[in-house]
Nanobody, 114 residues
Framework: QMQLVESGGGLVQAGGSLRLSCAAS????????MGWYRQAPGKERELVAR???????NYGDFVKGRFTISRDNARNTVYLQMNSLKPEDTAVYYC????????WGQGTQVTVSS
C-alpha cells in the first residue's frame, strides 16, 4: 500500500523553527520527486519545496531562504526544515510524492503565533 505519513507540525511562535518529516512506504522512494505543499484556510494549495530524485530543488517564492528541503533515500523520508517562521506560514502542510501520478499525505497542521 502506497502511503505518505507526515509528522512534526505544531504550534510555534513567530521567529521559531519546526522540522517536518514525511515517511514513505509502498513506493520506490528514490525515483520519486518529493515535495511539500501547504494550504491555508480560504487559499489554494501552493508549492513550498520540491526535490527530484537527482536532488534538484525548487522553492516557492515566499520561502526566501527560510526553509530547507532534504531527503534520505535510505530512510524513505523527506524533511522540511522551517526557520524564521511567520504567522502567514500558518497552514496545513502536505507531503507529495510524484512519479506517474500524485501521492499525498494526510497533512500536518503548522500554526505560527504572532
Amino acid at each position: 500500500q502506497m502511503q505518505l505519513v507526515e509528522s512534526g507540525g505544531g504550534l510555534v511562535q513567530a521567529g521559531g523553527s519546526l522540522r517536518l518529516s514525511c515517511a514513505a512506504s509502498g513506493i520506490i522512494f528514490n525515483v520519486y520527486t518529493m515535495g511539500w505543499y501547504r494550504q491555508a484556510p480560504g487559499k489554494e494549495r501552493e508549492l513550498v519545496a520540491r526535490i527530484t530524485s537527482s536532488g534538484i530543488i525548487n522553492y516557492g517564492d515566499f520561502v526566501k531562504g527560510r526553509f530547507t528541503i532534504s531527503r534520505d533515500n535510505a530512510r524513505n523520508t523527506v524533511y522540511l526544515q522551517m526557520n524564521s517562521l511567520k504567522p502567514e506560514d500558518t497552514a496545513v502542510y502536505y507531503c507529495n510524492g510524484r512519479r506517474w501520478s500524485d501521492l499525498w499525505g494526510q497533512g500536518t497542521q503548522v500554526t505560527v503565533s504572532s
